[in-house]
């Protein structure tokens, strides 16, 4: 649930960061800003933050039913991951609008003030401790194997988290 609320703050400043950055075109005669390219990065950075997002709703879904799955140390793990992780990519997803901005960004009192954005996304990482919840994981990291495929760990059951077949073929992570 806070990792789309962060989602949610993450967009609001990209949006004000796209509206910035074209205005800015459009007063300098078609010449893009210097911050231009941070924007890009800002949208990319969405693009992946929204991603984790909803890898972990399906995830969740996927064993909604299953309560042994819900309590598995595997699933808890995945969930205090993801919880670091958005936060982290929230945090950085702002700061590259806050970059496609410049000072326009970081005052209060324009119309694509991003200051609220930052103030409170800043709190993401530091509202639940990161730094604690990655040591309470660090245990659980040391037995957990570490997966063989790419698809590993996204929720889809499989007999055999090997299967090769043409409808599922594997990408390995490592070279053999």
């Known amino acids: 649930m806070w990792s789309g609320t962060w989602a949610g703050i993450a967009a609001g400043a990209v ?8 205005n800015a075109t459009r007063n300098g005669e078609g010449k893009l800003p210097p911050g231009a390219s941070h924007l890009t990065q800002a ?4 693009r992946v933050l929204r991603s984790i997002v909803s890898s972990g709703i399906r995830r969740f879904e996927a064993i909604a039913s ?14 205090n991951l993801l919880k670091v992780n958005a936060s982290e990519q929230a945090v950085s997803t702002v700061m590259s609008a806050m970059q496609a901005t410049g000072l326009s960004g970081y005052r209060n009192d324009t119309q694509f003030s991003i200051g609220r ?10 509202m639940i401790n990161n730094e604690r919840i990655l040591s309470g994981v660090a245990l659980t990291s040391l037995v957990a194997g570490t ?14 988290l090997h299967d090769e077949s043409p409808a599922r073929p594997a990408i390995r992570t490592s070279i053999a």
């Open 15 to 22: 949006e004000r960061a796209r509206l910035y950055v074209r």
């Open 43 to 46: 949208i990319a950075k969405l």
């Open 66 to 79: 299953d309560a042994a799955a819900l309590e598995s140390v595997e699933f808890q793990t995945y969930m």
């Open 117 to 126: 954005h930052l103030r409170d996304i800043l709190s993401a990482p530091i």
């Open 147 to 160: 997966p063989a495929l790419l698809r590993d760990g996204d929720g889809t059951p499989r007999a055999d």
